[in-house]
């Protein structure tokens, strides 16, 4: 048997919202952090049929919003655990792992990662694949964790910090799921 479910553990929850809108809102990808919003952003995200604009936040993810044009056309998110990822203990895939992004809390990353060599664990019986990636998987989660919670600790400095950054583009040329090694991609 397959454990997937679902976080069942101590952890910080996080909410987050995110809007379709119907409305082109330019090419690039922007993040916006706000000194009253603790280790949370906001952001929009260029798609071919319009943006979606979202937010995360400890509390009310609305109030960091940023403010756009357009209609709605969806609307969706949630609740969010930020926990530490357990140790590998039988089978198991998803968030009951802990390996939740803690930036984004996104979980498919994590999970695609793991599917084929728990199915192959689960069909041929070699374990070594699966507990590789399991590894692998958990320490960027703990990298992710541990620098979060830096963040929060030391926020205000870190936006301080991260004004260098601000307007310019940061250029990520293959698809991006170690926010870890965020400070070191070439800008």
Not at 13 to 38: F, M, P, Q, S
């Amino acid at each position: 048997m397959v454990d997937c479910s679902g976080w069942k553990g101590s952890a910080k929850w996080i909410k987050a919202i995110e809007l379709l809108v119907d409305k082109d809102l330019g090419e690039d990808i922007r993040v916006y952090l706000d000194e009253r919003n603790t280790a949370g952003f906001s952001w929009i995200v260029p798609l071919p049929y319009g943006s979606l604009v979202g937010a995360i936040s400890y509390g009310d993810p609305r109030a960091f919003l940023p403010k756009v044009d357009g209609r709605v056309t969806e609307i969706h998110g949630g609740a969010i655990p930020r926990p530490k990822p357990k140790k590998l203990s039988g089978k198991s895939l998803g968030d009951v792992t802990g390996n939740i992004k803690t930036f984004t809390g996104g979980g498919i990353f994590g999970i695609s990662m793991l599917a084929d060599p728990l199915v192959r664990y689960i069909i041929e019986g070699d374990r070594e694949e699966y507990e590789t990636e399991y590894k692998k998987l958990s320490g960027e989660i703990e990298k992710q964790f541990r620098l979060t919670s830096v963040l929060e600790k030391t926020w205000k400095l870190a936006l301080l910090s991260l004004r260098f950054f601000n307007g310019r583009t940061i250029r990520a040329y293959e698809e991006f799921d170690f926010h870890s090694l965020l400070p070191s991609i070439p800008h």
